[in-house]
Protein backbone atom coordinates (compact mmCIF):
# COMPACT_ATOMS: atom_id res chain seq x y z
CA UNK A 1 0.00 0.00 0.00
CA UNK A 2 0.70 3.40 -0.65
CA UNK A 3 1.29 5.39 2.80
CA UNK A 4 1.80 8.74 0.57
CA UNK A 5 -1.50 8.22 -0.77
CA UNK A 6 -4.43 11.21 -2.46
CA UNK A 7 -6.81 10.53 0.52
CA UNK A 8 -4.16 9.92 3.46
CA UNK A 9 -1.17 12.63 2.72
CA UNK A 10 -1.65 15.54 4.62
CA UNK A 11 1.46 17.21 3.05
CA UNK A 12 -0.73 17.60 -0.32
CA UNK A 13 -2.44 20.62 1.43
CA UNK A 14 -1.62 24.08 2.49
CA UNK A 15 -1.60 25.06 5.91
CA UNK A 16 -5.35 27.49 6.46
CA UNK A 17 -3.54 31.25 5.75
CA UNK A 18 -0.42 30.20 4.11
CA UNK A 19 0.12 30.94 0.88
CA UNK A 20 2.56 28.00 -0.95
CA UNK A 21 5.53 29.77 -2.44
CA UNK A 22 5.07 29.11 -6.10
CA UNK A 23 7.05 29.12 -9.41
CA UNK A 24 6.80 29.98 -12.71
CA UNK A 25 8.28 27.09 -15.13
CA UNK A 26 6.51 28.25 -18.34
CA UNK A 27 5.48 31.80 -19.85
CA UNK A 28 5.48 32.24 -23.27
CA UNK A 29 3.45 34.44 -25.70
CA UNK A 30 0.58 32.43 -27.54
CA UNK A 31 1.59 33.88 -30.69
CA UNK A 32 4.82 31.94 -29.70
CA UNK A 33 3.30 28.75 -29.53
CA UNK A 34 2.87 26.57 -31.97
CA UNK A 35 4.51 22.78 -33.23
CA UNK A 36 6.04 20.95 -30.34
CA UNK A 37 5.61 22.65 -27.21
CA UNK A 38 8.25 21.33 -24.31
CA UNK A 39 6.16 23.61 -21.66
CA UNK A 40 7.96 21.68 -18.62
CA UNK A 41 11.46 21.33 -18.79
CA UNK A 42 12.31 23.84 -15.88
CA UNK A 43 10.10 21.83 -14.08
CA UNK A 44 11.15 20.02 -10.89
CA UNK A 45 9.71 16.68 -10.37
CA UNK A 46 6.96 15.46 -8.40
CA UNK A 47 5.26 18.91 -7.77
CA UNK A 48 1.63 20.58 -8.53
CA UNK A 49 1.76 22.68 -11.49
CA UNK A 50 -1.31 24.88 -12.88
CA UNK A 51 -2.09 27.27 -15.43
CA UNK A 52 -2.78 31.00 -14.87
CA UNK A 53 -6.00 31.48 -16.23
CA UNK A 54 -5.83 35.47 -16.03
CA UNK A 55 -2.41 35.72 -17.80
CA UNK A 56 -3.72 33.79 -20.99
CA UNK A 57 -7.69 35.97 -21.09
CA UNK A 58 -5.86 38.94 -20.42
CA UNK A 59 -2.01 39.11 -21.52
CA UNK A 60 -2.42 36.68 -24.23
CA UNK A 61 0.32 34.81 -22.47
CA UNK A 62 0.36 30.51 -21.60
CA UNK A 63 1.96 30.52 -17.79
CA UNK A 64 2.20 27.53 -15.85
CA UNK A 65 2.89 27.60 -11.97
CA UNK A 66 4.81 24.89 -9.57
CA UNK A 67 4.02 24.52 -6.07
CA UNK A 68 5.16 22.00 -2.98
CA UNK A 69 1.78 21.40 -2.25
CA UNK A 70 -1.47 22.21 -3.45
CA UNK A 71 -2.25 25.87 -3.41
CA UNK A 72 -5.22 27.23 -1.24
CA UNK A 73 -6.41 29.67 -3.99
CA UNK A 74 -9.51 27.95 -6.01
CA UNK A 75 -8.95 26.05 -9.08
CA UNK A 76 -10.25 24.15 -11.88
CA UNK A 77 -9.55 20.65 -13.02
CA UNK A 78 -10.17 19.76 -16.58
CA UNK A 79 -11.85 16.35 -17.45
CA UNK A 80 -11.26 15.43 -21.26
CA UNK A 81 -10.49 12.14 -24.09
CA UNK A 82 -6.72 12.40 -25.40
CA UNK A 83 -8.29 11.42 -28.24
CA UNK A 84 -10.86 13.80 -29.25
CA UNK A 85 -12.37 15.18 -31.76
CA UNK A 86 -11.09 15.79 -35.04
CA UNK A 87 -10.98 19.24 -36.22
CA UNK A 88 -13.68 20.90 -38.76
CA UNK A 89 -12.67 20.51 -42.13
CA UNK A 90 -10.89 24.20 -43.60
CA UNK A 91 -10.52 24.75 -39.49
CA UNK A 92 -7.61 27.38 -39.27
CA UNK A 93 -7.43 27.25 -35.50
CA UNK A 94 -3.96 27.37 -33.83
CA UNK A 95 -2.90 24.24 -32.24
CA UNK A 96 -0.16 22.72 -30.53
CA UNK A 97 1.28 19.69 -29.16
CA UNK A 98 2.84 18.84 -26.07
CA UNK A 99 6.38 17.08 -25.70
CA UNK A 100 6.53 13.30 -24.59
CA UNK A 101 2.39 12.70 -24.95
CA UNK A 102 1.30 9.97 -27.23
CA UNK A 103 1.24 9.95 -30.58
CA UNK A 104 -2.50 8.95 -30.70
CA UNK A 105 -3.19 12.07 -28.36
CA UNK A 106 -5.09 14.85 -30.55
CA UNK A 107 -3.19 18.51 -30.50
CA UNK A 108 -4.30 21.38 -27.92
CA UNK A 109 -6.27 24.32 -29.24
CA UNK A 110 -5.64 27.77 -28.27
CA UNK A 111 -9.68 28.52 -28.54
CA UNK A 112 -10.39 25.99 -26.66
CA UNK A 113 -8.13 26.17 -23.56
CA UNK A 114 -9.25 30.03 -23.62
CA UNK A 115 -12.89 28.23 -23.05
CA UNK A 116 -11.76 26.64 -20.25
CA UNK A 117 -9.69 29.62 -18.62
CA UNK A 118 -12.94 31.98 -19.37
CA UNK A 119 -15.13 28.63 -17.42
CA UNK A 120 -12.51 28.31 -14.78
CA UNK A 121 -12.23 32.32 -13.71
CA UNK A 122 -16.28 32.43 -13.74
CA UNK A 123 -15.89 29.89 -10.86
CA UNK A 124 -13.38 32.31 -9.44
CA UNK A 125 -10.66 30.25 -9.84
CA UNK A 126 -7.58 31.96 -11.37
CA UNK A 127 -5.51 28.92 -11.79
CA UNK A 128 -6.44 25.66 -13.86
CA UNK A 129 -5.09 22.03 -13.96
CA UNK A 130 -4.65 20.28 -17.25
CA UNK A 131 -2.98 17.09 -17.32
CA UNK A 132 -1.36 17.32 -20.78
CA UNK A 133 0.34 20.85 -19.49
CA UNK A 134 0.76 20.00 -15.66
CA UNK A 135 2.14 16.63 -15.95
CA UNK A 136 5.51 16.00 -17.29
CA UNK A 137 4.67 13.28 -19.67
CA UNK A 138 8.22 12.43 -20.78
CA UNK A 139 9.44 11.93 -17.22
CA UNK A 140 8.11 8.26 -15.90
CA UNK A 141 8.95 9.60 -12.00
CA UNK A 142 6.67 12.81 -11.80
CA UNK A 143 3.89 11.09 -14.06
CA UNK A 144 3.73 8.01 -11.40
CA UNK A 145 4.00 10.75 -8.73
CA UNK A 146 1.06 12.60 -10.09
CA UNK A 147 -1.46 9.43 -10.95
CA UNK A 148 -1.36 9.02 -7.35
CA UNK A 149 -2.29 11.86 -6.59
CA UNK A 150 -5.05 12.93 -9.39
CA UNK A 151 -8.08 11.87 -7.20
CA UNK A 152 -6.57 14.73 -4.48
CA UNK A 153 -6.21 17.12 -7.33
CA UNK A 154 -10.02 16.65 -8.35
CA UNK A 155 -11.37 16.14 -5.12
CA UNK A 156 -9.80 18.82 -4.29
CA UNK A 157 -11.00 21.43 -6.85
CA UNK A 158 -13.30 24.21 -6.94
CA UNK A 159 -14.85 22.67 -10.10
CA UNK A 160 -14.68 20.07 -12.71
CA UNK A 161 -14.79 21.34 -16.33
CA UNK A 162 -15.58 18.63 -18.74
CA UNK A 163 -14.42 18.62 -22.31
CA UNK A 164 -16.17 15.65 -24.07
CA UNK A 165 -14.96 16.42 -27.31
CA UNK A 166 -11.63 16.54 -26.15
CA UNK A 167 -8.87 19.57 -26.76
CA UNK A 168 -8.62 20.28 -30.35
CA UNK A 169 -12.30 21.58 -30.74
CA UNK A 170 -14.74 22.08 -28.52
CA UNK A 171 -18.16 19.69 -29.08
CA UNK A 172 -21.72 20.80 -29.91
CA UNK A 173 -24.59 18.98 -28.13
CA UNK A 174 -25.47 16.97 -31.12
CA UNK A 175 -21.87 15.70 -31.68
CA UNK A 176 -21.43 11.80 -30.54
CA UNK A 177 -18.10 11.77 -27.90
CA UNK A 178 -16.62 8.79 -26.09
CA UNK A 179 -16.14 11.07 -22.52
CA UNK A 180 -18.49 8.83 -20.94
CA UNK A 181 -16.89 5.57 -21.48
CA UNK A 182 -13.62 6.08 -20.52
CA UNK A 183 -12.33 5.28 -16.93
CA UNK A 184 -10.27 7.94 -15.91
CA UNK A 185 -13.61 10.59 -16.55
CA UNK A 186 -15.48 8.74 -13.63
CA UNK A 187 -12.95 9.67 -11.17
CA UNK A 188 -12.32 13.04 -12.32
CA UNK A 189 -16.52 13.65 -12.79
CA UNK A 190 -17.21 12.61 -9.18
CA UNK A 191 -14.57 13.44 -6.85
CA UNK A 192 -15.24 17.37 -7.23
CA UNK A 193 -17.88 19.19 -5.35
CA UNK A 194 -19.20 20.42 -8.89
CA UNK A 195 -18.86 19.57 -12.47
CA UNK A 196 -19.87 21.53 -15.36
CA UNK A 197 -19.46 20.30 -19.44
CA UNK A 198 -18.17 22.91 -21.55
CA UNK A 199 -19.74 23.06 -25.50
CA UNK A 200 -20.01 25.16 -28.39
CA UNK A 201 -23.63 27.02 -28.54
CA UNK A 202 -24.74 29.91 -30.19
CA UNK A 203 -28.66 29.96 -29.38
CA UNK A 204 -28.18 31.94 -26.11
CA UNK A 205 -28.85 30.98 -22.55
CA UNK A 206 -31.81 27.89 -22.13
CA UNK A 207 -33.92 26.70 -19.69
CA UNK A 208 -35.34 23.39 -19.28
CA UNK A 209 -38.51 23.13 -16.95
CA UNK A 210 -39.90 19.46 -17.76
CA UNK A 211 -38.61 17.50 -14.89
CA UNK A 212 -36.51 20.20 -12.93
CA UNK A 213 -33.45 19.48 -15.98
CA UNK A 214 -31.69 22.17 -15.31
CA UNK A 215 -30.17 24.87 -17.46
CA UNK A 216 -27.89 26.21 -20.49
CA UNK A 217 -25.83 29.06 -19.57
CA UNK A 218 -24.16 31.26 -21.63
CA UNK A 219 -20.26 31.67 -21.23
CA UNK A 220 -18.82 33.67 -24.54
CA UNK A 221 -22.11 35.11 -26.25
CA UNK A 222 -22.71 33.24 -29.29
CA UNK A 223 -20.15 30.73 -29.00
CA UNK A 224 -20.05 28.68 -26.06
CA UNK A 225 -21.87 27.43 -23.02
CA UNK A 226 -21.78 25.00 -19.55
CA UNK A 227 -24.42 22.71 -18.11
CA UNK A 228 -24.20 21.16 -14.68
CA UNK A 229 -23.55 17.47 -15.57
CA UNK A 230 -26.19 16.07 -13.86
CA UNK A 231 -28.48 18.40 -15.80
CA UNK A 232 -26.88 17.28 -19.09
CA UNK A 233 -26.91 13.92 -18.32
CA UNK A 234 -30.75 13.76 -17.36
CA UNK A 235 -31.54 15.92 -20.69
CA UNK A 236 -29.38 13.43 -23.04
CA UNK A 237 -31.76 10.26 -21.29
CA UNK A 238 -34.85 11.90 -23.49
CA UNK A 239 -34.94 10.19 -26.44
CA UNK A 240 -37.48 12.88 -28.56
CA UNK A 241 -34.61 15.35 -28.18
CA UNK A 242 -33.95 17.86 -25.13
CA UNK A 243 -37.15 20.53 -24.50
CA UNK A 244 -35.79 24.07 -23.85
CA UNK A 245 -36.67 27.39 -23.73
CA UNK A 246 -34.49 29.99 -25.61
CA UNK A 247 -34.58 33.63 -23.69
CA UNK A 248 -32.86 35.14 -26.49
CA UNK A 249 -33.98 35.13 -30.14
CA UNK A 250 -31.57 32.13 -31.74
CA UNK A 251 -29.13 32.89 -34.25
CA UNK A 252 -28.82 29.01 -35.74
CA UNK A 253 -31.78 27.12 -36.28
CA UNK A 254 -29.40 23.89 -37.00
CA UNK A 255 -29.59 22.04 -33.80
CA UNK A 256 -33.42 22.94 -33.28
CA UNK A 257 -36.16 19.82 -34.20
CA UNK A 258 -39.58 21.72 -33.25
CA UNK A 259 -40.64 24.40 -31.49
CA UNK A 260 -42.13 24.33 -27.71
CA UNK A 261 -41.58 24.56 -24.02
CA UNK A 262 -41.30 25.96 -20.81
CA UNK A 263 -39.26 27.96 -18.41
CA UNK A 264 -37.46 27.75 -15.46
CA UNK A 265 -34.92 30.29 -13.16
CA UNK A 266 -31.58 29.30 -12.65
CA UNK A 267 -28.35 31.29 -10.67
CA UNK A 268 -30.70 34.39 -11.48
CA UNK A 269 -30.30 34.11 -14.80
CA UNK A 270 -32.44 37.03 -16.35
CA UNK A 271 -35.91 35.00 -17.99
CA UNK A 272 -37.52 36.30 -21.09
CA UNK A 273 -41.24 36.46 -21.02
CA UNK A 274 -42.09 34.70 -24.45
CA UNK A 275 -39.15 32.39 -24.73
CA UNK A 276 -38.43 30.43 -28.04
CA UNK A 277 -39.34 26.55 -27.43
CA UNK A 278 -37.58 24.12 -28.91
CA UNK A 279 -36.31 20.57 -28.62
CA UNK A 280 -32.16 20.27 -29.02
CA UNK A 281 -31.41 16.42 -30.21
CA UNK A 282 -28.11 15.91 -27.39
CA UNK A 283 -25.70 13.72 -28.59
CA UNK A 284 -22.97 14.72 -26.82
CA UNK A 285 -22.84 11.41 -24.00
CA UNK A 286 -23.45 9.07 -27.52
CA UNK A 287 -26.32 8.45 -29.53
CA UNK A 288 -28.23 5.56 -27.52
CA UNK A 289 -31.97 5.23 -28.20
CA UNK A 290 -32.35 1.93 -26.12
CA UNK A 291 -33.04 2.36 -22.66
CA UNK A 292 -30.35 -0.21 -22.08
CA UNK A 293 -27.57 1.65 -23.42
CA UNK A 294 -28.58 4.43 -21.61
CA UNK A 295 -27.28 2.96 -18.11
CA UNK A 296 -24.05 4.88 -18.29
CA UNK A 297 -26.43 8.22 -17.80
CA UNK A 298 -28.47 7.56 -14.59
CA UNK A 299 -24.88 5.22 -12.84
CA UNK A 300 -23.08 8.52 -13.38
CA UNK A 301 -25.79 10.70 -11.71
CA UNK A 302 -26.41 8.19 -8.84
CA UNK A 303 -22.51 8.10 -7.91
CA UNK A 304 -22.78 12.07 -8.51
CA UNK A 305 -25.68 12.11 -6.18
CA UNK A 306 -25.60 9.46 -3.93
CA UNK A 307 -24.05 8.40 -1.08
CA UNK A 308 -22.65 5.02 1.12
CA UNK A 309 -23.63 1.69 -0.61
CA UNK A 310 -26.03 3.19 -2.60
CA UNK A 311 -23.04 5.35 -4.58
CA UNK A 312 -20.71 1.92 -4.34
CA UNK A 313 -23.00 0.14 -6.14
CA UNK A 314 -23.33 2.37 -9.24
CA UNK A 315 -19.31 3.14 -9.34
CA UNK A 316 -19.05 -0.83 -9.32
CA UNK A 317 -21.32 -0.75 -12.35
CA UNK A 318 -20.20 2.11 -13.93
CA UNK A 319 -16.44 1.09 -13.83
CA UNK A 320 -17.62 -2.27 -15.93
CA UNK A 321 -19.13 0.16 -18.69
CA UNK A 322 -15.86 1.57 -19.38
CA UNK A 323 -12.61 0.98 -20.66
CA UNK A 324 -8.82 2.70 -20.84
CA UNK A 325 -5.42 2.43 -22.88
CA UNK A 326 -4.12 0.82 -19.91
CA UNK A 327 -6.29 -2.39 -18.13
CA UNK A 328 -5.29 -1.95 -14.78
CA UNK A 329 -6.06 2.46 -15.07
CA UNK A 330 -9.71 0.76 -14.75
CA UNK A 331 -9.21 0.19 -11.24
CA UNK A 332 -6.35 2.90 -10.25
CA UNK A 333 -8.70 5.34 -11.90
CA UNK A 334 -11.19 4.45 -9.14
CA UNK A 335 -9.66 3.71 -6.02
CA UNK A 336 -9.71 7.03 -4.21
CA UNK A 337 -13.21 6.96 -4.31
CA UNK A 338 -13.40 4.15 -2.30
CA UNK A 339 -11.09 5.83 0.25
CA UNK A 340 -7.99 3.28 -1.16
CA UNK A 341 -4.92 4.17 -2.26
CA UNK A 342 -3.22 1.12 -4.20
CA UNK A 343 0.50 1.67 -5.12
CA UNK A 344 0.26 2.17 -9.33
CA UNK A 345 4.24 1.00 -9.73
CA UNK A 346 3.18 -2.48 -8.35
CA UNK A 347 1.22 -3.20 -11.35
CA UNK A 348 1.62 -4.04 -15.03
CA UNK A 349 -0.29 -2.57 -17.48
CA UNK A 350 -2.78 -5.76 -17.84
CA UNK A 351 -2.67 -6.49 -13.91
CA UNK A 352 -6.72 -5.72 -13.98
CA UNK A 353 -7.30 -8.64 -12.32
CA UNK A 354 -4.69 -8.30 -9.73
CA UNK A 355 -5.64 -4.89 -8.89
CA UNK A 356 -9.30 -5.55 -8.78
CA UNK A 357 -8.60 -8.27 -6.08
CA UNK A 358 -6.17 -5.67 -4.06
CA UNK A 359 -9.08 -3.29 -4.11
CA UNK A 360 -11.58 -5.39 -3.03
CA UNK A 361 -9.24 -6.68 0.01
CA UNK A 362 -8.58 -2.96 0.73
CA UNK A 363 -12.55 -1.86 1.11
CA UNK A 364 -13.24 -5.01 3.19
CA UNK A 365 -10.42 -4.21 5.49
CA UNK A 366 -11.94 -0.68 6.11
CA UNK A 367 -14.89 -2.16 6.60
CA UNK A 368 -16.83 -1.69 3.44
CA UNK A 369 -19.82 -4.21 2.04
CA UNK A 370 -19.05 -6.25 -0.50
CA UNK A 371 -20.29 -3.71 -3.40
CA UNK A 372 -19.09 -5.01 -6.20
CA UNK A 373 -21.88 -8.13 -6.00
CA UNK A 374 -24.57 -5.86 -7.76
CA UNK A 375 -24.15 -7.71 -10.87
CA UNK A 376 -26.37 -10.45 -11.48
CA UNK A 377 -26.81 -13.32 -13.79
CA UNK A 378 -24.58 -16.22 -14.32
CA UNK A 379 -23.03 -15.52 -17.76
CA UNK A 380 -21.65 -12.11 -16.47
CA UNK A 381 -18.76 -14.14 -13.80
CA UNK A 382 -15.17 -14.26 -15.14
CA UNK A 383 -14.24 -17.56 -15.38
CA UNK A 384 -10.87 -16.68 -13.66
CA UNK A 385 -12.50 -14.96 -10.82
CA UNK A 386 -16.26 -16.15 -9.83
CA UNK A 387 -16.95 -12.97 -7.72
CA UNK A 388 -16.26 -10.33 -10.66
CA UNK A 389 -18.26 -9.98 -13.91
CA UNK A 390 -15.61 -10.89 -17.21
CA UNK A 391 -13.51 -7.76 -18.17
CA UNK A 392 -14.92 -5.93 -20.97
CA UNK A 393 -13.10 -5.95 -24.61
CA UNK A 394 -12.45 -2.32 -26.22
CA UNK A 395 -13.21 -1.59 -29.72
CA UNK A 396 -12.37 0.34 -32.23
CA UNK A 397 -13.93 3.53 -30.96
CA UNK A 398 -12.43 3.08 -27.30
CA UNK A 399 -16.12 1.65 -25.72
CA UNK A 400 -16.62 -1.41 -23.98
CA UNK A 401 -18.04 -4.55 -25.46
CA UNK A 402 -18.64 -8.42 -24.84
CA UNK A 403 -19.20 -11.23 -26.75
CA UNK A 404 -22.55 -12.80 -26.45
CA UNK A 405 -21.67 -16.63 -25.00
CA UNK A 406 -24.32 -18.17 -27.64
CA UNK A 407 -22.97 -16.62 -30.88
CA UNK A 408 -20.38 -14.90 -30.23
CA UNK A 409 -21.65 -11.74 -31.51
CA UNK A 410 -20.21 -8.38 -30.14
CA UNK A 411 -23.21 -5.53 -28.03
CA UNK A 412 -22.13 -3.37 -25.50
CA UNK A 413 -21.04 -3.52 -22.45
CA UNK A 414 -24.57 -1.88 -21.07
CA UNK A 415 -26.74 -4.13 -23.08
CA UNK A 416 -24.86 -6.90 -22.40
CA UNK A 417 -25.55 -6.20 -18.18
CA UNK A 418 -29.44 -4.92 -19.00
CA UNK A 419 -31.65 -2.77 -17.54
CA UNK A 420 -31.15 -2.90 -13.82
CA UNK A 421 -32.63 0.61 -12.00
CA UNK A 422 -31.82 -0.98 -8.46
CA UNK A 423 -28.64 -1.31 -6.41
CA UNK A 424 -28.42 -3.65 -3.48
CA UNK A 425 -28.71 -3.09 0.12
CA UNK A 426 -26.83 -4.51 3.12
CA UNK A 427 -24.54 -6.68 0.96
CA UNK A 428 -22.22 -8.34 3.29
CA UNK A 429 -19.10 -7.24 4.95
CA UNK A 430 -16.06 -9.80 5.25
CA UNK A 431 -12.49 -9.93 4.46
CA UNK A 432 -10.66 -11.50 1.88
CA UNK A 433 -7.14 -13.32 1.65
CA UNK A 434 -4.32 -12.27 -1.32
CA UNK A 435 -5.82 -14.88 -3.60
CA UNK A 436 -9.17 -13.33 -3.71
CA UNK A 437 -10.78 -15.88 -1.51
CA UNK A 438 -13.90 -13.73 0.12
CA UNK A 439 -15.08 -14.94 3.66
CA UNK A 440 -18.56 -13.97 5.25
CA UNK A 441 -21.07 -14.82 6.96
CA UNK A 442 -24.48 -14.97 5.49
CA UNK A 443 -28.36 -16.60 5.86
CA UNK A 444 -28.42 -19.54 3.58
CA UNK A 445 -30.38 -22.79 2.71
CA UNK A 446 -28.05 -25.72 1.60
CA UNK A 447 -29.53 -27.13 -2.18
CA UNK A 448 -29.45 -30.99 -2.14
CA UNK A 449 -28.35 -32.02 -5.78
CA UNK A 450 -30.08 -34.82 -7.43
CA UNK A 451 -28.72 -34.70 -10.92
CA UNK A 452 -25.03 -33.31 -11.72
CA UNK A 453 -23.95 -30.68 -14.11
CA UNK A 454 -27.80 -29.21 -14.72
CA UNK A 455 -28.59 -25.85 -16.45
CA UNK A 456 -29.28 -22.70 -14.92
CA UNK A 457 -32.89 -21.74 -14.66
CA UNK A 458 -35.58 -19.98 -12.38
CA UNK A 459 -35.93 -19.73 -8.78
CA UNK A 460 -39.77 -18.38 -9.74
CA UNK A 461 -41.70 -19.58 -7.02
CA UNK A 462 -40.44 -17.78 -4.06
CA UNK A 463 -43.52 -15.47 -3.86
CA UNK A 464 -44.05 -11.68 -2.92
CA UNK A 465 -45.60 -8.58 -3.99
CA UNK A 466 -45.23 -6.56 -7.04
CA UNK A 467 -44.57 -3.43 -5.25
CA UNK A 468 -41.75 -2.07 -3.75
CA UNK A 469 -41.09 -2.99 -0.12
CA UNK A 470 -42.34 -0.15 2.43
CA UNK A 471 -39.61 1.38 4.85
CA UNK A 472 -40.98 -1.22 7.56
CA UNK A 473 -40.80 -4.46 5.73
CA UNK A 474 -37.16 -3.46 4.85
CA UNK A 475 -36.81 -2.77 8.33
CA UNK A 476 -38.32 -6.13 8.84
CA UNK A 477 -36.31 -7.99 6.35
CA UNK A 478 -33.11 -6.30 8.10
CA UNK A 479 -33.87 -7.78 11.43
CA UNK A 480 -34.59 -10.95 10.27
CA UNK A 481 -31.08 -11.57 8.48
CA UNK A 482 -29.45 -9.43 11.03
CA UNK A 483 -30.34 -12.33 13.53
CA UNK A 484 -30.15 -15.24 11.69
CA UNK A 485 -26.23 -13.77 11.21
CA UNK A 486 -25.79 -13.38 14.75
CA UNK A 487 -27.78 -16.64 15.88
CA UNK A 488 -25.12 -19.43 16.90
CA UNK A 489 -26.78 -22.74 15.03
CA UNK A 490 -25.63 -25.87 14.72
CA UNK A 491 -25.66 -27.39 12.00
CA UNK A 492 -26.71 -31.01 10.73
CA UNK A 493 -23.71 -33.29 9.09
CA UNK A 494 -25.69 -33.62 6.09
CA UNK A 495 -25.86 -29.67 5.63
CA UNK A 496 -22.45 -29.19 6.77
CA UNK A 497 -21.90 -31.90 3.41
CA UNK A 498 -23.92 -29.91 1.19
CA UNK A 499 -22.14 -29.28 -1.83
CA UNK A 500 -24.66 -25.93 -2.78
CA UNK A 501 -26.38 -23.08 -1.05
CA UNK A 502 -28.22 -20.11 -2.09
CA UNK A 503 -26.74 -17.30 0.20
CA UNK A 504 -28.98 -14.21 0.69
CA UNK A 505 -26.36 -11.59 0.27
CA UNK A 506 -28.79 -8.47 0.00
CA UNK A 507 -32.31 -6.79 -1.01
CA UNK A 508 -33.02 -4.43 -4.14
CA UNK A 509 -34.20 -1.01 -3.86
CA UNK A 510 -34.25 1.53 -6.73
CA UNK A 511 -32.20 3.88 -7.39
CA UNK A 512 -35.12 6.64 -7.23
CA UNK A 513 -38.35 6.85 -5.91
CA UNK A 514 -39.58 9.01 -8.71
CA UNK A 515 -37.76 6.73 -11.07
CA UNK A 516 -38.39 2.88 -12.24
CA UNK A 517 -39.73 0.37 -10.06
CA UNK A 518 -39.20 -2.90 -9.50
CA UNK A 519 -40.83 -4.90 -12.17
CA UNK A 520 -40.79 -8.57 -10.39
CA UNK A 521 -41.55 -9.98 -6.77
CA UNK A 522 -38.24 -10.93 -6.45
CA UNK A 523 -36.47 -8.23 -4.49
CA UNK A 524 -34.15 -10.19 -2.42
CA UNK A 525 -31.54 -11.26 -3.79
CA UNK A 526 -29.10 -14.95 -3.57
CA UNK A 527 -25.48 -15.61 -4.61
CA UNK A 528 -25.89 -19.84 -5.53
CA UNK A 529 -22.59 -21.13 -4.91
CA UNK A 530 -21.55 -24.75 -4.75
CA UNK A 531 -18.08 -26.64 -4.30
CA UNK A 532 -16.58 -29.81 -5.04
CA UNK A 533 -16.27 -31.58 -2.00
CA UNK A 534 -16.74 -30.26 1.83
CA UNK A 535 -13.85 -28.27 3.41
CA UNK A 536 -13.22 -26.58 0.14
CA UNK A 537 -13.87 -22.94 -0.92
CA UNK A 538 -17.27 -22.62 -2.47
CA UNK A 539 -17.21 -21.15 -6.24
CA UNK A 540 -20.03 -18.00 -7.21
CA UNK A 541 -22.22 -20.21 -9.71
CA UNK A 542 -24.77 -16.92 -10.01
CA UNK A 543 -26.15 -14.22 -8.57
CA UNK A 544 -29.84 -14.31 -9.10
CA UNK A 545 -33.45 -12.62 -7.52
CA UNK A 546 -35.82 -14.44 -5.36
CA UNK A 547 -39.35 -13.46 -3.47
CA UNK A 548 -39.50 -12.46 0.04
CA UNK A 549 -40.89 -15.76 1.11
CA UNK A 550 -37.33 -16.91 1.09
CA UNK A 551 -36.33 -14.83 3.64
CA UNK A 552 -38.80 -16.62 6.28
CA UNK A 553 -38.14 -20.44 5.10
CA UNK A 554 -37.71 -22.34 8.06
CA UNK A 555 -34.60 -23.81 7.09
CA UNK A 556 -32.47 -20.33 6.48
CA UNK A 557 -29.43 -20.85 8.86
CA UNK A 558 -26.96 -18.75 8.85
CA UNK A 559 -23.41 -19.98 8.35
CA UNK A 560 -19.55 -19.09 6.91
CA UNK A 561 -18.94 -18.85 3.37
CA UNK A 562 -15.73 -18.97 2.02
CA UNK A 563 -15.96 -17.86 -1.82
CA UNK A 564 -13.55 -17.01 -4.42
CA UNK A 565 -11.27 -18.79 -7.28
CA UNK A 566 -13.01 -20.23 -10.04
CA UNK A 567 -15.28 -22.70 -11.22
CA UNK A 568 -13.32 -25.71 -13.02
CA UNK A 569 -16.61 -26.96 -14.45
CA UNK A 570 -17.26 -23.24 -15.46
CA UNK A 571 -18.86 -24.75 -18.47
CA UNK A 572 -21.60 -26.34 -16.89
CA UNK A 573 -24.19 -23.69 -15.93
CA UNK A 574 -26.51 -25.12 -12.77
CA UNK A 575 -30.54 -24.64 -12.76
CA UNK A 576 -32.16 -23.95 -9.57
CA UNK A 577 -35.73 -24.56 -8.92
CA UNK A 578 -38.21 -23.92 -5.77
CA UNK A 579 -41.65 -23.77 -4.57
CA UNK A 580 -42.11 -22.53 -0.87
CA UNK A 581 -41.78 -25.52 0.84
CA UNK A 582 -37.86 -26.28 -0.57
CA UNK A 583 -35.30 -25.28 -3.30
CA UNK A 584 -33.21 -28.12 -4.81
CA UNK A 585 -31.19 -29.05 -7.48
CA UNK A 586 -32.65 -30.85 -10.71
Known amino acids: MDNDAPSQDASLHAQAGETPGRVTVFDAPLCDIEGEVDALSDATTCCFRFVDCEAFLSKSVLRIFEYESLPAQKYGAVSHVWKGLPMLEGSTAKTFNITGTKKDASPVSIDVLRTACYASLAFQSQ ?5 LLCIMQGNREDKSWQIRRVFTIFQNCHVCLILPGGLSRLATLHDETTWIHRAWTLQESVAPDMSFCLFSWNLGPATSFRFSLGTIIELVRGETAMAH ?3 LLNLSLISTGAE ?4 EFPRDLSMIR ?4 TSAPYMGMEMSKNPTRVYVDIRIFGHNRSLDEKMHYPLLVQALTATGDRRENALWRSSFLRTSSRAVDAVISIMGLFGVALDPDRYREGDRLRATIDLMREILRMGGRANWLTFSGRSRIAYEFCLAPRF ?9 FYRRPADGREVTAAT ?19 GGYFTFRAPALPLPETVSAPSFGDLGSWGGSYAEPSQEEYRELDEICERKIHTHSCLTSGEEDAKSYAVWIGTKKPFAPSGMSLVSPRFLVVMLVRRRAAGEPFFNVGIEPVGEDFARHPDLTAREFTVGGFDPAAGNEVEISSDLGRMAMR
Open 258 to 261: DERF
Open 392 to 400: PEVDEAGEA
Open 229 to 231: LID
Open 127 to 131: LLWLD
Open 244 to 247: LDLH
Open 416 to 434: YFGLNWWWLRKLPRGSMDD
